[in-house]
């Protein structure tokens, strides 16, 4: 299914964008290690560099998109609030980088998070709204409560201030990586709505043109991919359903794939259970903690989906926000993957 | 309760040692990133820096000392093999390092290790043998079979080769530390026989000599500790227990303590409740995986055993290689770890 064409009202951002997003990032992002592992390298017969965004402050990358879009806020309009709608890691970066500005901050986000995000939402001072994931269209709620308050609307991807301060990441990879003497082959992007990949994709053309991205998806939500491909955004089944709470977005975004298309190889998806494995090697062998659609990328590795071999491959987690029941549910499931 | 006084037999490690076998390590272990989060630095009101060696190959330190001491074996003697006693990091590390020398490993393992222990030691290629942690004498067992084989022993910390390959942990966090513009007031070391402690004892005598090292050891197994305290080596009493499999060393090593005895500011002790704290707040707060002897410095700082406010601390996570069920265990004791 395609979503209706829409006129592009923003401009998109730049590569000199992310630049400017490190800026005002210093001292409050975390510049998150680019993990290496011999029997991980072993296991694919290539060389794997995992950029942990687990590490990020609130324990994923969206820190870094929230915080360099609610920097840019007005001093006039701080006061009356910034409102977000949020699966949970977009939730906790906005409710980090409000607290740090000292701006008001509303999170509507589905009574289905996990217990984890909501949480940590809730601990970093933001007043939390919840409503049904399956039931109520968040950006219904969303419109009427900024009736009410006059808050700036912070988006979870389709923004350019987002998309460059996620692209942060990526710039970070790319200079890790060079620093490490890896030229990578391959880097492989979790993608929701996109604005990871779109970010990582900017800092990319600009600082390794030679690498290939790919946008990892879960099955069923793969609509970055298949967007990709017909050349129009498309749509996710209704009826979808994914462990990946991270990355449940309904199509591409507008801005996230004007980029995505531009500069993306592919899509690439994997099913839950092989999300699944991918935890459980990842606390197993890797003694990282990471969410199920942080594991994503791992995932596609791990189950064969790119050729390895020989090859350089960057890859993200893109979030560690995990209940220890997905997570004991995962090393049941797999108690010593290899 | 005291060790008799023993002659020194073998020459003391030092710094050069340290250097020497960084360049064996050199290709072989990885360099662990140190690790800053600003939620942690927020609520202990200080700089922490965590040296992640949950991240080194085998998920411990213990890798660095053995493939040091093993690839120092002559050729000669390599065909009749190695043997160990290890609680399971020693064994992984000995395993792994054999794997890669193409040396036959022997193991003598307690039956009640972690079952990941066992698993990964088995995976890496070494014969496992299993005795009674509480009943046997693993040291008798070993002489049995260093009688028939010939094989080298290869010792969990009372080495020379051991502990300047761990002292490469100690060297690299110093490094690091300078790089990340942070001048170290205080490191925490885990410590079981004392071999990690001793050899970032040399390194950072080295490289940070304001730095003042602290062991960190479990409720009733503080006999580094207590040793420093009376000048002496001081055994465990025989029915103490902890849930830091890694950390039960009967008493100090003889080496080990000649150098930790002129080298360490103290040490701290936590207990078995304090490192379930810290395990939790491990995979909730920093997403990282932390074995119960690899936590005892975090759970230190995080139960306010020393004073953090204003201060530069390093500390290390020494492993990661914990079953489910006792990271399980520590998740459902602290549901929300802050």
New interface residues.
């Given amino acids: 299914m395609a979503v209706a064409a829409e006129q592009t009202t923003q401009s998109l951002p730049t590569y000199a964008d992310v630049e400017a997003a490190a800026k005002r990032l210093a001292g ?1 992002a ?1 510049e998150t ?1 680019l ?5 991980l390298n072993a296991r694919v017969r290539g060389r794997v560099l995992i950029k ?1 965004e ?2 990020q ?1 609130t ?1 994923s990358f969206k820190f870094r998109g929230a915080f360099n879009r609610i920097s840019q806020i007005p001093e006039s309009e701080r006061a009356r609030g910034v409102l977000a709608y949020s699966s949970g890691n977009h939730a906790q970066g906005v409710a980090a980088a409000c607290g740090l500005l000292d701006i008001p901050a509303t999170i509507i986000m589905p009574a289905d998070a996990p217990q ?1 995000k909501l ?1 940590n939402t809730r ?1 970093y001072g933001a007043k939390v709204v919840t409503y049904d994931r399956y039931r109520e269209a968040r950006e219904d709620m969303a419109a009427a409560l900024l009736r009410e308050s006059g808050a700036t609307l912070v988006r979870p991807y389709d923004d350019p201030g987002i998309i460059a301060g996620q692209g942060t990441c990526g710039m970070e990879l790319a200079r890790q990586a060079e620093a490490q003497a890896a030229k990578l082959d391959v880097a492989l992007i979790c993608c929701g709505g996109g604005g990871l990949s779109a970010g990582c994709a900017l800092a990319l053309d600009a600082l390794s043109p030679e690498t290939a991205v790919y946008a990892v998806e879960p099955d069923d939500f793969d609509d970055t991919g298949r967007s990709l491909r017909s050349g129009i955004r498309e749509s996710n089944a209704g009826e979808a359903r994914s462990i990946c709470d991270a990355l449940v977005a309904p199509s591409p975004g507008e801005l996230t794939f004007a980029i995505n298309r531009r500069l993306l190889a592919g899509g690439l998806t994997v099913s839950d259970d092989e999300v699944r494995f991918a935890m459980a090697y990842a ?8 969410e199920p659609g942080g594991a994503v990328c791992l995932a596609a590795l791990l189950a064969g989906k790119l050729t390895a071999r020989d090859k350089t491959i960057a890859l993200t987690f893109s979030g ?1 926000n995990v209940d ?1 029941a997905r997570m ?1 549910e995962a ?2 499931a797999y108690p ?1 993957p ?1």
Same sequence: chains 1, 2.
């Avoid at 993990?35 to 029997?39: A, K, L, S, T, V």
């Avoid at 606390?283 to 990471?290: D, G, I, N, P, S």
Wanted: charged share 30%.
């Fill in positions: 409050f975390v290690p993990i290496e592992n011999p029997e942990a687990t590490l402050r324990g984890a949480d601990a606390f197993r062998r890797l003694k990282l903690v990471v560690g220890p004991a090393l049941a010593d290899r």
